[in-house]
């Protein structure tokens, strides 16, 4: 079809705000449901819903609005299973002499717009996505003649750069840039007081329909789908925010660490999806937090603490994405080659740590961030599980799994497979950490205190295996030292006895 000078707008499933600057100009907006952005990744069902539900929202209000919309729903399309493919049969089909689109978070999708646009001869303008704090010349000057990226520095940055939470004066306010002395703390024997009721999203009609297209289309894909109840719309993730704000950011700071069987919420926000999906700007949700603190409404620990995932945490994981990716996709620093055992999927351990955290995650899509990195994430650093099965099952699993935030978090943070450009050392520990910040092994039938016999906690046993190990690699590491020094108080036998422990459970 002969081309003219119609601009077409692709949106992605995680691009979903008119604020965004692409918006600025188009003449028609194109947005499609490809079973291969469900299937690169054994996508969970209740992710999938979540993206899906959100998009077709996302469309009808663009259409209430007059917008001249073409959305392809899942299996409208049958032979176009990627999103590239799909793309390039609708622009062959159509008149558009320009695509345009904002930067998508996953390196891959760019690849798949660049090569749909080649092949169908339509220019296509990527348009920086604003919806972050900061930008890839943010990140770049930030790394410009440093050893060594720490996310505290570049927070500082943010903060002095936005004006959040920082006195007249120049200074921090609080006086001080980071109040976790203050947080981490674990419950006491009896458990979380005063948790509110959450505020949650039951499926409306769009969403059912949503529902049952997925359960048809992803059948045997993990997840269920009769706890579906996420905000699927900014006015949704809004009165979510509100509730949040009133209810948990009190207690988020000092309980943040902190985990207990049956509650999979705690005090967390449980906006990231909503914010991945740009139902929310991170914007909003930063001076909601900051306003709760000048109101007198919540301290400064769980305030500063929260803002600092956000406008911390966040925008530095995907500036490491931006910077380092795509070789970032295939480090392995440790060497570790293990498959991902089985129980990832289904629960069905005798771990009850674990047990607990993948039977909330399968049923709700969420761990908190604790969960994900010191019990799943340690788990299978500990075990020596191959760091790209590790990260396509957090892809896979969780509502908010999006590749830039998740890959570093999953890769870097959790796996140490990059080698520190994220963290400072590996986070291990033995099950006494765990111990510490749950009830957990309460019901367990292993010891997190032992680590020989028949009720070793596999945690334990596989901690000192693991800093044996890798003993002369972590040597260099100041930060590993003192870990080192206790493994050198074991004897021979004691370090025989652990690996015998530890090859039997890695070929249980
Ligand atoms: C192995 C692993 C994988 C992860 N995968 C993802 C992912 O796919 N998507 C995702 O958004 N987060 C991911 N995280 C970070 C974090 O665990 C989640 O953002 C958080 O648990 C989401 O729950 P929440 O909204 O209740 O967060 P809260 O605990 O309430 O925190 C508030 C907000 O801060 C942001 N945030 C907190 N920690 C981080 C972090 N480390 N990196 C980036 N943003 C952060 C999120 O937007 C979150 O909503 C991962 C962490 C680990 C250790
Ligand atoms: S004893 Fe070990 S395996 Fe059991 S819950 Fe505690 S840390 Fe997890």
């Given at each position: 079809m002969a081309q003219t000078d119609k601009t077409l707008l692709v949106v992605l499933g995680d691009q979903l705000s008119d604020r965004l600057r692409a918006f600025s100009s188009f003449d028609a907006v194109w947005m499609a449901e490809v079973l291969g952005e469900s299937k690169h990744v054994w996508s969970s069902k209740i992710r999938t819903t979540l993206f899906l539900s959100a998009m077709r929202h996302f469309a009808e209000g663009l259409r209430d609005k007059g917008v001249e919309i073409h959305y392809r729903k899942l299996g409208e399309d049958p032979d176009c299973e990627s999103l590239g493919e799909s793309l390039c049969s609708f622009l062959e089909g159509s008149d558009f002499g320009r695509v345009r689109v904002t930067r998508p978070g996953d390196h891959r999708v760019l690849g798949e717009l660049k090569a749909a646009c080649l092949s169908a001869g339509v220019p296509l303008e990527v348009v920086e996505d604003d919806s972050f704090y900061s930008s890839a010349e943010d990140f770049?000057?930030?790394?410009?003649?440093?050893?060594?990226?720490?996310?505290?520095?570049?927070?500082?940055?943010?903060?002095?750069?936005?004006?959040?939470?920082?006195?007249?004066?120049?200074?921090?306010?609080?006086g001080k840039w980071n109040f976790d002395a203050s947080n981490r703390k674990p419950f006491g024997k009896g458990g979380p007081e005063r948790l509110a009721p959450r505020l949650r999203f039951p499926p409306d009609e769009i969403s059912r329909e949503v529902i049952q297209d997925v359960d048809t289309a992803l059948t045997g894909h993990p997840g269920e789908l009769s706890h579906f109840d996420?905000?699927?719309?900014?006015?949704?993730?809004?009165?979510?925010?509100?509730?949040?704000?009133?209810?948990?950011?009190?207690?988020f700071g000092a309980y943040q660490?902190?985990?207990?069987?049956?509650?999979?919420?705690?005090?967390?926000s449980l906006l990231a999806s909503s914010i991945n999906l740009k139902l929310l700007d991170p914007r909003e949700v930063v001076d909601a937090a900051v306003a709760a603190y000048e109101s007198g409404h919540a301290p400064i620990e769980s305030v500063e603490g929260f803002v600092r995932q956000i406008l911390g945490w966040r925008e530095f994981v995907r500036g490491i994405y931006g910077a380092f990716m795509p070789e970032y996709l295939e480090r392995n620093a440790l060497g570790a080659r293990e498959p991902l055992p089985s129980f990832y999927w289904d629960g069905e351990t005798e771990m009850n740590c674990?047990?607990?955290?993948?039977?909330?995650?399968?049923?709700?899509?969420?761990?908190?961030h604790i969960q994900r990195l010191m019990v799943t994430g340690l788990y299978a650093l500990l075990h020596g599980v191959d760091p790209k099965e590790v990260h396509e099952w957090y892809l896979a699993v969780y509502v908010d799994a999006v590749e830039w935030v998740e890959l570093p978090n999953t890769l870097g943070m959790s796996q140490y497979a990059d080698g520190g450009v994220m963290a400072s050392k590996p986070y291990v520990a033995t099950g006494k950490y765990i111990k510490r910040m749950s009830n957990y092994c309460d019901g367990c039938q292993y010891n997190p205190d032992s680590r020989t016999g028949e009720d070793a906690c596999p945690f334990t046993v596989l901690y000192w295996d693991f800093?044996?190990?890798?003993?002369?690699?972590?040597?260099?590491?100041?930060?590993?030292?003192?870990?080192?020094?206790?493994?050198?108080?074991?004897?021979?036998?004691?370090?025989?006895?652990i690996g015998e422990a530890a090859r039997k459970i890695r070929t249980k």
């Open positions: 770049a000057a930030h790394r410009e003649g440093r050893k060594q990226l720490r996310m505290e520095y570049f927070y500082r940055e943010m903060r002095k750069k936005h004006g959040v939470l920082m006195d007249a004066d120049g200074k921090p306010t609080g996420w905000p699927v719309t900014p006015s949704d993730a809004l009165r979510a925010l509100e509730s949040f704000i009133e209810n948990e950011l009190p207690l660490d902190a985990m207990w069987s049956g509650e999979p919420y705690l005090s967390h674990i047990r607990e955290v993948v039977t909330q995650t399968m049923k709700y899509g969420y761990a908190h800093l044996n190990k890798h003993r002369t690699s972590l040597k260099g590491n100041p930060r590993m030292s003192m870990q080192l020094r206790n493994l050198d108080r074991l004897s021979q036998s004691d370090l025989e006895g």
